[in-house]
């Protein structure tokens, strides 16, 4: 069977990896409908060897559509997802509208795949940084149980969207070439700088970033005992998240075991060979399909305690092939097998 899909927000910087994943997995499309604001209009832009034209998101876009995958922010997804789910379609919400409320499903695949069979048309996708993190928590919380995790997260520049890669990268070239620095997407200079601050700040002093990864976390683990305590730092590269992460468990785990547990889990890569220079790094996770895992080792501070480090590419796992997969999973697809 060959489903009619619409992509909302599909000349943004996850709407292009939503195409691109789509064709890449060989999802079974009869039609494609590419959406996106009145200014985005008109362009047009290649599936599978053919040219489609942008249309203007409006109240009639999901006639006939069967499935939905929208990530132009929590607004339009407010307004919109629940007209393409009354239309008939599944709708699969990148942005953070829908995350938190209890009849929709949070799901990543390798994680609480049950989750996306309990769909009420509407399927929500975990934010990135969440997302990259729980591949790597969630195996060894069922193998170990852990009762709490700290993050600091180095978060590139795509995480905020196209016109934030642009900038960075015109802030390099007018370096390179003496010229001022324009800032406008970010609120500083991001090129060679970096600053703990993604997303806005709450009255807690956190960002929300950083609470998302503690609510989300506990609602796709079905654990709301768990605690997390996260630092969210906007850094310098292009493309692909990396986090710093501090697990303490229930149950004792050495870094061997942790290894084995992680080489064992879906969708992770262990590189872990810090004598030969090997572990997880932005420009090899970059266009990576896999969560890449490594320097295991066991935290000097606590007894129960693992250190980890782990790099995904937040507009893949983190955002548009994490969608699709629960596409599959929720239309019962046999999945593409993920590729690196």
Same mark, same amino acid.
């Given at each position: ?17 939503? *195409? +691109? ?13 590419? %959406? ?12 599978? /060897? ?19 995958? =929208? !990530? #132009? /922010?929590? @607004?339009?997804? +407010?307004? =919109? ?8 379609? *599944? ?5 953070? #509208?829908? +995350? ?5 499903? %949070? ?45 600091? !997260? ?30 406008? &997407? ?18 807690? /002093? ?7 990864? %503690? ?12 605690? &997390? ?20 468990? +229930?149950?004792?785990?050495? #870094?061997?075991? @942790?290894?084995?547990? *992680? ?5 992770? %890569? ?14 090899? @996770?970059?266009? !990576? ?26 507009? *893949? ?12 999973? #929720? ?10």
């Amino acid at each position: 069977m060959a489903y009619r899909v619409a992509v909302v927000g599909a000349t943004g910087a996850v709407g292009l990896e939503f *195409l +691109r994943v789509l064709e890449r997995r060989r999802f079974p499309v009869a039609s494609l409908k590419l %959406l996106a604001s009145a200014r985005s209009a008109g362009r047009r832009l290649e599936f599978a /060897g053919e040219e489609h034209t942008v249309e203007a998101l409006g109240a009639d876009s999901f006639e006939g559509a069967e499935l939905a995958l =929208f !990530s #132009a /922010g929590a @607004a339009v997804s +407010r307004e =919109f997802a629940p007209v393409a789910a009354r239309a008939g379609a *599944l709708v699969v919400d990148n942005s953070s #509208a829908f +995350r938190m409320d209890p009849l929709v499903p %949070l799901v990543i695949p390798e994680v609480n795949p049950a989750s996306a069979r309990r769909h009420q048309g509407l399927i929500a996708n975990p934010n990135c940084t969440t997302i990259v993190s729980l591949l790597a928590v969630a195996p060894i919380h069922r193998a170990a149980g852990v009762e709490r995790f700290t993050a600091a !997260s180095y978060q590139a520049a795509s995480g905020a969207g196209a016109r934030a890669m642009r900038e960075l990268e015109s802030q390099v070239r007018a370096w390179a070439e003496g010229r001022r620095l324009e800032v406008e &997407v970010f609120p500083h200079q991001i090129a060679f700088n970096l600053f703990p601050h993604v997303d806005q700040f709450a009255e807690n /002093g956190y960002t929300r970033e950083e609470l998302k990864m %503690l609510y989300e976390t506990r609602k796709i683990l079905n654990d709301n005992e768990i605690r &997390v305590s996260a630092t969210c730092v906007r850094v310098p590269v292009l493309r692909a998240h990396s986090i710093a992460l501090h697990l303490e468990t +229930r149950e004792k785990v050495t #870094a061997a075991r @942790a290894r084995e547990i *992680l080489a064992r889990a879906p969708g992770v %890569l262990v590189e872990d060979d810090p004598a030969a220079n090997r572990y997880p790094m932005p420009l090899a @996770a970059a266009g !990576s399909d896999e969560v890449r895992v490594g320097r295991v080792r066991e935290d000097l501070s606590h007894e129960r305690g693992l250190a980890l480090f782990v790099v995904g590419d937040q507009l *893949l796992k983190g955002a548009a092939l994490n969608a699709v997969q629960v596409a599959e999973l #929720a239309l019962g697809l046999a999945p593409a097998p993920v590729c690196g």
